[in-house]
Every structure is written in C-alpha cells, then in structure tokens.
C-alpha cells in the first residue's frame, strides 16, 4: 500500500481549491497491472475527484478528473460495470493527447 500511495505523491491536490489531498481519503477502485483507478475526496473543500494512472513505456500517465460522484457512486459505476475503468482511461487519454487540459473542456 505503502508504494502506492508513493506514485501518487505528485498528483495529490486538489483540482479545485489545491489542497494537499489525504491519502486517507483515497479509494481505491481498480487497480490492475498497468492502470489503477481511484476516486480522492478533499477534505477542505469536498469535492471529488476521479484519478487515472496508467503505465506505459512512456512512463505513468495520470489524470484527475473533478466528479460529482461520491466514492460510493463511483464504486456502484466501476462495479455494475456501467462503464468500465478501461473505458475512461482510453477517453481521457484521448482527451489529453489531444485537447491538452481536461479540466477546462469539463467546465
Ligand atoms: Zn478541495
């Protein structure tokens, strides 16, 4: 747990107010081999956000999106299989290739 918490050191802040996210406020949702889904609560402002890693030769990849989901809606998606984890991967990936900042194409 200790390693994974290490990955994300570099991304834990909040998209919305730039607080210094808790790991104790991480989910984790998915995790397989070469991408890890979790969903990240800010304790100062209360929004949420969506985290994708992926790893790839590259290097890893990570995006966050802001969600109004809370930790347990987002869980019932990934789980029911509403949409798959894989599923938002390629799209964001697509979208941050292609458009550069996610956060100002969701605002
Ligand atoms: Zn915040």
């Keep these: 747990m200790k390693?994974?918490?290490?990955?994300?050191d570099f991304?834990?802040?909040?998209?919305?107010?730039?607080?210094?996210?808790?790991?104790a406020n991480i989910t984790l949702l998915e995790e397989k081999e070469q991408k890890t889904t979790m969903h990240i609560s800010c304790s100062?402002?209360?929004s949420s956000v969506l985290?994708?890693?992926s790893n790839s030769q590259a290097g890893t990849?990570?995006?966050?999106v802001a969600t109004d989901l809370d930790r347990s809606e987002v869980r019932a998606k990934v789980d029911g299989a509403t949409i798959s984890a894989d599923e938002i991967i390629d799209l964001y990936q697509f979208v941050a290739e292609e458009k550069g900042d996610l956060r100002q194409l969701l605002k």
Aim: hydrophobic share 40%.
């Design 3 to 8: 390693n994974k918490l290490n990955k994300i």
């Design 61 to 64: 990849l990570s995006i966050g």
């Design 44 to 46: 100062k402002c209360n």
């Design 11 to 23: 991304l834990a802040k909040c998209a919305v107010c730039e607080n210094s996210l808790d790991p």
């Design 51 to 53: 985290v994708f890693l």
